[in-house]
């Protein structure tokens, strides 16, 4: 999880700790990646422990969901093909993805593609959002482009610079 959601890990960590208690595992270590972005698996010292301690004692990764393993197909796929090579297993809490069978197996590779085909959506859809609020004249960043500036009567929206529109007229000639 990111920084704003660490009120959540300890959430995220109990059902985590109800789905071992359910299914009689036992807990051997407790991972976490507070404040680091999981779009790279680089970036996330706490579940390359995880993995590392999971596939010596050939156990079961545990996971709240499948946002919160990985960002990426490949990066997915890349895990749980290494659990499998080292005979371990992925367990994905919320949506119940069991890997120790070849359907969950399965089923965790195609949400895996869903969970990719979301974020991107999502990410197309931010993009034009915001490239439509900056067409429309609404101030989308804290940082105003050079010839523009907030305007006075309402904080929300920008305004062209006249001073600094005629300054990029010049540079232009």
Do not use: W
Request: a positive charge.
């Amino acid at each position: 999880p990111n920084a704003d959601e660490c009120s959540s890990c300890e959430f995220q960590e109990q059902k985590c700790r109800e789905y071992c208690d359910y299914n009689d595992m036992d807990i051997y270590a407790v991972f976490q990646d507070k404040g680091a972005s999981g779009k790279r698996l680089a970036n996330r010292p706490g579940l390359l422990s995880a993995l590392d301690r999971v596939i010596k004692i050939r156990g079961v990764l545990v996971v709240y969901n499948l946002a919160r393993l990985a960002r990426s197909t490949t990066d997915a796929i890349i895990l749980s093909e290494r659990l499998e090579k080292n005979h371990a297993d992925l367990a994905i809490v919320t949506q119940k993805i069991d890997t120790s069978t070849p359907m969950g197996r399965a089923f965790f590779k195609i949400m895996a593609v869903i969970g990719e085909l979301q974020r991107e959506i999502t990410a197309e859809d931010t993009k034009a959002k915001l490239k439509s609020m900056d067409k429309d004249g609404f101030r989308i960043s804290s940082n105003v482009k050079y010839g523009y500036m907030v305007d006075p009567q309402n904080k929300k929206k920008i305004i062209k610079n006249e001073h600094e529109q005629n300054v990029i007229k010049l540079i232009l000639k």
